[in-house]
Every structure is written in C-alpha cells, then in structure tokens.
C-alpha cells in the first residue's frame, strides 16, 4: 500500500512522520500525472498546492475548520486528503467534480468557481462563529493572486480587517499566475516580493549564527526577529496587507511542507485575521507542466502522461473562429480594441495580441471593470471587443445595463463557451446570458449557428456604435455549416419541410448552435407528413419583426435553445407574438432552471429531451393535438 492510499481522511495524515511527507507529495504528484492525462482537467494549479494542502489538513482541523478554495480548481489535493481517490471519471458524469461540491463531502463548503469569493464567505463565517461562540474553530480561505485582482476580493479584506477577534486565515497561494501570468498593480507588487527575499535571508544568517552564541543567542535573535516588520521596510517593499490592520507571515516557501506547517500554526494561534503568503510553483513536479509557457497546464484535455503532449482536437474550434476574425477585423480596422479578464487564450485572443500589442488590455480577474473600462474606450472613440466567458458576464451585469448600455456606447461582449458546456459543472454552464440580456435597453444579441455565421455577426455587432452588441456562441468544436434555403427580413430560413402542397403545420425558430438538432427534427417530421419551417433569427434581440409574419402562416411555433428557458428567447418570441396579437400556441424548449451536475454537453442535453428524437417526438405530438382541436372547433357543414 502507498502512503497515499493510507490516508483515508485528514486524521490519517495527522499520524503521518514529518519525514514521511515528501514521500506523499511524490505519490500525489503521479497519482494527477495519470489519472488527469486519462479525463483532463486542472492539472498545473494541483500540482502547485500539493505541500501546502498536506500542511493545511494537518494544521487545521476540517471540517471543524472548514477550508475555502478560490476558485476550487485547486482542491484536487483536498479530495485526495479527504477520502476521494477515484479520479477514473473526474468531470464525467456519475464521477467527481472538477471543483468542490457539497454533494461529495462534508469537507467541502463552497463549490462556485467564480474567483475572488473565498474571503468573503470566510468573512461571513468568521461572523458567523464569533456570534454563536465557537471560539476555537478557524476559518481558512486559500486564495491565489490571479484572484485578488478581483474587487469583490478588496470589499472583504476591508471588512475582514474590521475583525481584529475573529479567527480567520487567509492563505495566499502565489504562483504570478492566474491562468497564464497575472497582470496588473497588486500583481507587480506580489512579484516584488517574490523577488527580494533580502529581508528573509537576513534572518536565516542570523538565524544560524546568533543562536549557536551560549546563554545570549536565542534571546538575541529573538530581539532581532522582533525587527522584522522594520527589515521588511528597509529591504524589501512596503507589505500592503499590514497596511489594511492583518497580520501578514511571509513570504514563505509553499513547497517547503515544514515551513508552510509552522506558519499555519502561528496563524492559527494568533486568534484574528492573519494572511500567509506562500510561493509556489505551477506544475510543480511535471516537467512538461513547469516548462509549458502559456499557462503551466491550468486546465487541459486528455493528454501522453509521458510526453505532456495533448491528444488533438477534432475539428474546427469555435475559439479558433472568433480569434482568426478578431485578427482581421484589427486589420482593417484601427479603432478596434480587445480586452480579456485573465484569459487571454482560453478566450482566443492571443493571436491579437501578438498581432496588436497596444490594443490589447488584460485587466486580470476583474469583469466589472472590463466592462466599465470598455465603455470609456468607447467614449473615447474606440471599439471595444471584451471577450469573455458566457458564465463570467454574469458578474458584471449591472455595468452592462448601467455603464454601457444607459450611456449607449458601443461595446461588443463575445461569449465563449455559451449555452451547456457541462464538464465544469453548475457554475460554468453558460445558460444565464440570454435570459439576463433580454432586460437591458438598446442592446443587440446575435447568436451563431455555425462558423460562417460566427464571422458575419461579428462584423455586423463591431459595426454598431451607438449601444452594446454581444455575440454567443458555445464551447468544442463548431457544427457544419448549414447554409440558408431562403430569408425572411434579416432571419435565415433552414428548411421549409412542407407535406403536399399544404401550409406549414409549424415554425421551428433554431437559436444558435441548436440550428443542426432543429433541421433533424423537421426532416423527423416531415416523414410523418407534417409541414416544418425552421428559421435562424440571427438576432435573438430585437427580433425581427418579420417573425410574426411568418409565425402567422404556420399552426404552432416552437423554440429550442441551449438557455435556460425562463426569460429567454422562447419567451421573447411568444411576447412577440403576443404583442402582434396572433393567437398561437408556442412551445418553448431549453435547459430546465437549475444548476446541472458536470457530465457531457451531449449526456446533458440528452437529460434535456433536446435531441432530434425527443423534439420530432413531442413537437408531433403538440401538431396533432393542434390539428384535432383545430378539426373539433370547425363548424359542422
């Protein structure tokens, strides 16, 4: 049996030899290597906590001391410590998330992978313990510096300094990087520390010197450890933490699984907020991981486990579309801007960057300054592109609706990995944005079927000036290409599936990505004998009012889409007809409200009844009751 396969629960760690450690962080080090290379997933920011999670579980005492991730991509290590082993179906379904989950553990309290969180649900538990007396229970919130780029991030430590008697510990895991190296000020300064460790080797020399001095050398160096905030000062930039009233240890060594120990025990003791700032590496242990420059393996798909070498995606990726387009329209035109929070290539705009370096803005974790940021480009004459991911725009809602739209500025959002995307779980679906955009005045919202559509709608959102665009599309790789049989205003029409001459029994409105599922649908139903029409809207919002045109001459309308169904496009189409007061029954299809377990994008949809086979099925059945009521209510001749 290994070390590793001993440790059933953090107790069995507790009863571990301190000489027995390295020799477990070994074993975990190789139980990720292969068991990620099999499933994908987070791979180089695991391999970068692996002391310091061991030093964690066996300092505190979880779930007694409940121990919070930011943003829970790191907690690998913390299933591992926590009796979960089984890593053969990470982020498959029926397997273990890729982040915390309440469902899976006592020993996990958060599960939300939006960062810069962590402190706050410390601060409120903190709060929490302070009132109903347990006075010995710590409250432990590990945090990298790519997430304290986050505001929400500062709102707490400004609060948790308040606290000087509640008993919280704030990890910092700082390995400079988020997803590829982080940017901005606060970034800087973590970087200076990393950087001058003058003040730290000071105390080492003394360390070993003065305490070999008979009767006065402990006493003496202690006195001199007493200087250290003024060495600190003197060698070494000025430590902002302390500034706001937290006591500060560090920086240390996160590698150094003693060092991080005794750290953690002072902060513990201390009895109030306390920030430990541990260095560590990203990938730490994989070679091909420490030497992978964009991002040290932060997240991957399947891959050589020997080599580091990813398995190749199948086909043409709806990332690379948006990227090759980004690239050409900055070609042509110079007004236009890019900007990421943090995510420069899992968004894809890394190619302009290369290719516009002064147009590029990275503003790290922060989506509600992106968004403000780019309404002042706007103001200033420029185009701001801000891609980000579909789930992330939700935090930055009211600058969208207040900072940009309220000013009429002309701001495109690219939503990547839009609609289900599933192995990331509830909080990376993409299935919020076309239900909360439909509120916000004088925007624009265009939905992609394929990646032809993806570069014309594109050039048409960056076209707008004079209010927001957004553009939505999903995660993988892109459909083929289904080109338009007819239009209908600025909607395409994908097939008009008719049954002998008759008039169409119904409208089948595609949005987006769906578009392939609804024209196998008509084709379903029109071997039945029933009359299809399926039209792409292009533009979720405003509809073209060309649609209640065309829903006029059909018996029933049905939406299918890859949102949420409350307040989405099929309710915006069924308002729209309402409003042309026409008087037909409207089925609207999507992604039932809730936080879906991660499993397959397919595995979910199929849950959904969102496959050709469900739809022909149902929508055949809501025709022929039409048709039988329609016949009932005909008067007798």
Not at 155 to 161: C, F, R, S
Not at 405 to 417: I, K
Not at 450 to 476: I, N, S
Not at 560 to 565: A, L, P, S, T
Request: net charge negative; with cysteine.
């Amino acid at each position: 049996m290994t070390l590793l396969e001993s440790v059933k629960n953090p107790d069995d760690l507790k009863k571990l030899a301190a000489d027995e450690l390295p020799r477990l962080a070994g074993e975990i080090r190789e139980f990720l290597v292969s068991k990620v290379s099999r499933t994908g997933g987070h791979l180089g920011p695991n391999l970068g906590v692996v002391e310091l999670t061991i030093a964690m579980h066996r300092v505190f005492d979880s779930p007694r001391d409940p121990i919070l991730f930011d943003t829970g991509h790191q907690s690998y290590v913390h299933k591992m410590l926590t009796g979960r082993q089984d890593f053969a179906d990470l982020r498959r379904q029926g397997g273990l998330s890729g982040y915390p989950s309440r469902a899976e553990s006592e020993h996990d309290f958060i599960e939300n992978s939006h960062a810069s969180t962590s402190l706050s649900y410390a601060d409120g538990l903190a709060k929490a313990n302070k009132l109903r007396g347990d006075t010995d229970r710590t409250v432990v919130a590990v945090i990298g510096d790519g997430a304290l780029t986050g505001g929400m991030a500062w709102e707490a430590l400004n609060n948790i300094a308040a606290g000087r008697d509640r008993r919280l510990v704030i990890v910092v895991n700082d390995n400079g990087r988020s997803y590829s190296p982080t940017i901005g000020g606060l970034a800087d300064h973590l970087a200076s520390l990393r950087m001058t460790q003058g003040y730290e080797q000071v105390l080492d020399i003394a360390k070993s010197t003065i305490n070999r001095a008979p009767v006065v050398g402990p006493p003496l160096y202690e006195a001199l450890h007493g200087l250290k905030k003024g060495l600190k000062d003197a060698i070494q930039p000025q430590v902002m933490f302390e500034d706001l009233g937290i006591k500060y240890l560090g920086p240390i060594d996160g590698h150094d699984e003693q060092t991080v120990e005794k750290a953690l025990r002072r902060a513990r003791d201390f009895g109030g907020p306390v920030i430990v700032h541990c260095l560590t590496q990203k990938g730490k242990g994989y070679a091909p991981a420490e030497n992978h420059e964009e991002d040290q393996f932060h997240s991957l798909g399947a891959f050589d486990a020997e080599t580091g070498v990813a398995k190749p995606k199948a086909g043409l990726q709806w990332t690379s579309v948006f990227s090759e387009e980004m690239v050409r329209l900055g070609a042509e035109r110079d007004d236009i801007v890019a900007i990421t929070a943090a995510m420069l290539h899992p968004t894809g705009l890394a190619e302009f960057a290369e290719a516009y370096p002064d147009r590029i803005y990275d503003v790290g974790i922060a989506e509600q300054h992106a968004a403000t940021s780019a309404a002042g480009l706007a103001m200033g004459g420029m185009h701001p592109v801000v891609a980000v991911y579909a789930t992330f725009l939700n935090r930055c809602f009211d600058q969208v609706l207040m900072d940009v739209a309220l000013h009429r500025q002309g701001v495109t959002f690219c939503l990547d990995r839009a609609g289900v995307t599933g192995d990331d779980g509830a909080s990376h679906n993409g299935m919020w944005d076309l239900s909360i955009l439909q509120v916000v005045p004088n925007l624009g919202l265009a939905v992609p079927r394929d990646a032809a559509r993806l570069r014309e709608l594109l050039r048409e959102a960056v076209a707008v000036d004079d209010g927001p665009t957004v553009v939505r599309y999903p995660k993988g790789g892109v459909a083929a290409e289904i080109e338009a049989v007819g239009h209908v205003g600025s909607m395409d029409v994908l097939r008009r599936a008719t049954r002998g001459g008759h008039s169409e029994d119904l409208l089948l409105v595609a949005v987006g990505s769906m578009a392939e599922t609804c024209c196998e649908v008509a084709d379903r139903m029109a071997d039945q004998g029933i009359g299809v029409t399926v039209v792409d809207p292009r533009w979720v919002k405003p509809l073209d009012p060309a649609l209640a045109d065309e829903a006029a001459r059909h018996s029933v309308v049905a939406v299918v889409e890859d949102n949420g169904r409350v307040g989405a496009v099929g309710d915006a189409v069924a308002r729209a007809l309402r409003d042309a007061d026409l008087d037909i029954p409207v089925r609207t299809f999507g992604v039932e409200q809730g936080f879906l377990d991660h499993a397959k994008r397919d595995e979910i949809l199929a849950e959904m009844g969102l496959t050709s086979q469900d739809l022909a099925r149902r929508l055949t059945e809501t025709v022929s009751r039409h048709t039988e009521r329609s016949m009932e209510d005909e008067p007798a001749r």
